[in-house]
């Protein structure tokens, strides 16, 4: 391998015109093809196969013409009269609100928004009315004003009311910015008329891309670090220039994909995180190497080539960890999912290859430009050997002295940082749980006083009665709403759509097949009990279903959340044993060993469990009061998973690697932890460093989602880079020594041959028999090679 990316860097050095040329191109066209052709970014949480979506299969088969939950665009205005007032005494406001509704943009031509006190007083008419007509008893009268009241938009007490409309778009990903400002001003307009006006709904959401903001701040951090690594300008900004055309590039791609597939809206930000951080990291690995090679040839070329032979062999590798990780989503069949870890595994590709060929056309551009703009230079100290003496030295011999302790320290230390996982509870976000000061957060706490907290987590129950004789199909739907009625936890559960059709005179001229009942429970969307309530309706619709003799399902958007939920939950342990797996084979093919894996594996476990028990702590539990406590995303524990095993993979070989280097050639375990850190660690750490705040930038999105993943990344790279690779990793090595390095010579026959450290190059300028490198010699070096700070 070594071999043919040397070729690689010195062909682009060389031919940088081209290659430049080349990228470009690419860029261009990729561009071209999404403008023409790009579809807009899908907001479907669903998986094919789950109980829900089975029942939202049936109902569409029954109710031709049926809205998914999830391309619903409605919008729910709550709107409340000053205390101790009734709506009825602000008709005229009311009024007015209703006909600046029906003005907003993006709205049917004809759209039929009814105010909350006629729209109440029409649906008591229908079902009382009906009741009396038939000549019901009082208990059934009595049913009905209940039903009446279940569906009612108009609160108990008349002060609160729920205006519904419904904006004339496909889904709400259609929705435009203005049209919600409009929607804003409307609101406004009956504030200053003395209502209390909120909105909530799918359709009170802009779906819109990230912003820039989060970028430009970890691409700024990132630029101080790497000018404070390499000393110069020019150089700072290489990695930066190579991770901004990677993730430009890698998003144009993400983006052209929805021609042909479906995407998820969260992948192009998630692809956007992961693209910026190893952009940056795989350069500056690379970029670093080849200014050590600076000190050993004055053949720029030469030194490119060695550089992307040698750090680019364990870029490769590190790429390939991350893509193991991210491309593995894929197999647990969750399709929302697996769009999400193949669009950042697309970019984390792109940065592979943009490291190991835009960066060598960039130096062969720059030439002996590339450390041009030094701000200050390196002199570095050196021990009684001649070998350099740097901060990466000390840490590693103070970590030797004391092993055993600091392994126990770091043990008991994430282990304690785990233990709020114990409370884990994931959810989907829903407008309950936005930021307090949202609109969407304010109307919903408006309904769950007015109405209570389960009017925004209906059940709905698809009842199939084809296999049932046409005049027993209503007592059939009817016994099904009683069955769901009769569940704890269920406050009023009702027929609400049949597909009978009916003459104009209201006759039925086709009896109905199937039919909806509409079940509200007691408990938020939010609520553990809402599941509980989906669990125990599952479980006895087989004797429901056996004693009317109708197929039923349970759908609707509170069970579709909690099905994949569920799903994801079901997912992880195949997903873990996958990615562990894949890696671990590999890795041992770039380290020869099988300890050193398996403390690498050992040590992202231990790193994974204290991210998800801090994020449970800050998030969910609200700890610190630096976030609003609320559920975790469902789907964050297995992606935060793949995303920081990769990562984690990256530092143990950008560490380790030079480590078995210096042991390859003659140093025992201890010196080569020692000469690894003198290499590596200023390195792992600025990229580290790089992609902390490329993470934590994040944290500053609206998004709750967005939030919670720059944090849960950020504080990853925290524990794993700087507690597990920094001070579990050499520990355990120096506790191991030469046991280390072990595996089975039978082992090693079969597992492939790698140069990693490039050992098969041609680097005359070197010492004879010495082909791992060190600092030792750098002062002795023109100034335009100083290397670090």
């Keep these: 391998m070594a071999t043919l990316l040397h070729r690689l860097g010195t062909t682009a050095f060389r031919h940088w015109p081209r290659f430049l040329a080349g990228w470009l191109v690419v860029l261009l066209a990729l561009g071209a093809f999404s403008a023409a ?44 009269a000053p205390e101790g007032e009734r709506l009825t005494d602000r008709r005229q406001e009311i009024s007015a609100l209703v006909a ?35 000549g019901a008893d009082r208990a059934a009268v009595r049913e009905a004003k209940a039903d009446a009241a279940a569906l009612s938009p108009l609160s108990e007490d008349g002060r609160t009311g729920i205006i519904t409309f419904e904006w004339d778009v496909d889904s709400p990903t259609d929705i435009e ?43 700024g951090v990132a630029l101080i670090v790497l000018v404070l690594t390499f000393g110069s300008l020019v150089a700072a900004g290489m990695p930066i220039f190579n991770a901004i055309i990677g993730v430009a ?5 993400v983006t052209a994909m929805t021609a042909f597939i479906d995407v998820d809206s969260s992948a192009t930000i998630l692809a956007s995180m992961i693209g910026i951080a190893v952009g940056i990291d795989y350069t500056l690995f690379i970029l670093a190497r080849y200014r050590t090679e600076l000190h050993h040839t004055d053949d720029r070329e030469a030194a490119v080539g060695v550089a992307v032979g040698t750090a680019g062999s364990a870029v490769v590798f590190a790429g390939l960890t991350v893509l193991i990780a991210l491309s593995a989503l894929a197999v647990v069949q969750i399709p929302f999912l697996t769009t999400m870890g193949l669009a950042a595994a697309a970019t984390v590709f792109v940065a592979v290859l943009v490291a190991l060929t835009l960066l060598p056309a960039i ?74 000061d949202s609109t969407q957060r304010q109307a919903s706490e408006l309904v769950a006083d007015a109405f209570g907290p389960g009017r925004e987590a209906p059940l709905l129950v698809v009842v199939d009665a084809r296999d049932v004789r046409p005049k027993q199909r209503q007592a059939a739907f009817g016994d099904v709403a009683a069955w769901a009625g009769d569940l704890d936890g269920v406050v009023n559960a009702q027929v609400v759509a049949t597909n009978a059709e009916r003459a104009e005179d209201g006759t039925v001229t086709t009896p109905a097949t199937g039919a ?6 007691e408990f938020g969307p939010a609520d553990a009990g809402a599941t509980d309530l989906l669990e125990a309706m599952r479980a006895g619709e087989s004797d429901v279903e056996e004693a009317t003799g109708t197929d039923t399902g349970v759908t609707g958007l509170t069970a579709i959340t909690t099905d994949v939920s569920d799903r994801l939950a079901d997912a992880l342990p195949v997903y873990l044993a996958i990615v562990i797996g894949l890696a671990f084979i590999l890795l041992m093919i770039v380290f020869r060993s099988i300890l050193v894996p398996l403390t690498a594996t050992l040590g992202f476990l231990l790193s994974v469990l204290a991210t998800l028990g801090a994020t449970v702590a800050v998030f969910q539990e609200g700890a610190f009061g630096i976030f609003e406590g609320q559920p975790i995303v469902s789907f964050m524990p297995i992606f935060l998973i793949g995303l920081v095993f990769g990562l984690a993979m990256d530092y143990q070989v950008f560490l380790v690697t030079r480590m078995r280097e210096a042991h390859v050639h003659g140093m025992s375990t201890s010196e080569a932890v020692v000469d690894g850190f003198r290499n590596s660690a200023r390195v792992v750490t600025a990229a580290a460093t790089i992609m902390i705040a490329v993470f934590a930038a994040f944290m500053l999105q609206e998004d709750a989602i967005v939030k919670s993943m720059g944090f849960a990344l950020a504080a990853a790279i925290v524990f794993d880079a700087f507690i597990v690779r920094m001070v579990l990793i050499p520990a355990l090595l120096f506790l191991l020594g030469e046991k280390a390095w072990w595996m089975p010579s039978w082992l090693d026959r079969v597992l492939p041959h790698v140069d990693v450290e490039g050992e098969k190059l041609d680097r005359p300028h070197l010492p004879a028999g010495k082909h791992a490198l060190s600092e030792t010699d750098l002062d002795e070096q023109p100034d335009e090679s100083d290397m670090f700070v």
């Design 177 to 219: 910015e203005t049209s919600l400002e409009a929607l804003e001003d409307v609101m406004a307009d009956a504030r200053d008329a003395g209502l209390e006006v909120e909105a909530n709904g799918p359709g009170a959401t802009l779906i819109s891309e990230l912003g820039l903001t989060s970028e430009a701040i970890g691409l």
């Design 249 to 253: 590039i890698g998003l144009t791609g």
């Design 516 to 521: 909806l009942i509409q079940v509200l429970p």
């Design 37 to 80: 052709f790009a579809k807009p970014l899908s907001e479907n949480f669903t998986i094919p196969g789950i109980p829900s979506e089975e029942a939202a299969d049936l109902q569409a088969e029954l109710f031709p013409g049926s809205e998914s939950a999830f391309d619903a665009a409605n919008v729910n205005v709550v709107v409340q």
């Design 100 to 134: 600046d509704l029906a003005a907003l943009p993006q709205m049917p031509e004809d759209p039929q928004i009814v105010g909350p006190v006629k729209q109440a007083q029409a649906i008591e008419d229908q079902l009382v009315g009906a009741a009396e007509a038939a």
């Design 363 to 436: 130096l062969g551009l720059f030439k002996s430009k590339t450390f041009a703009g030094r701000v200050r230079k390196y002199r570095p100290n050196h021990d009684e050997d001649g070998k350099v003496l740097n901060n990466g030295v000390r840490w590693a011999r103070f970590v030797g002295r004391r092993p055993a302790a600091l392994v126990a320290v770091v043990v008991l230390g994430l282990g304690a940082l785990a233990l709020p996982l114990g409370g884990l509870q994931l959810a989907f976000p829903t407008d309950s749980t936005a930021p307090s």
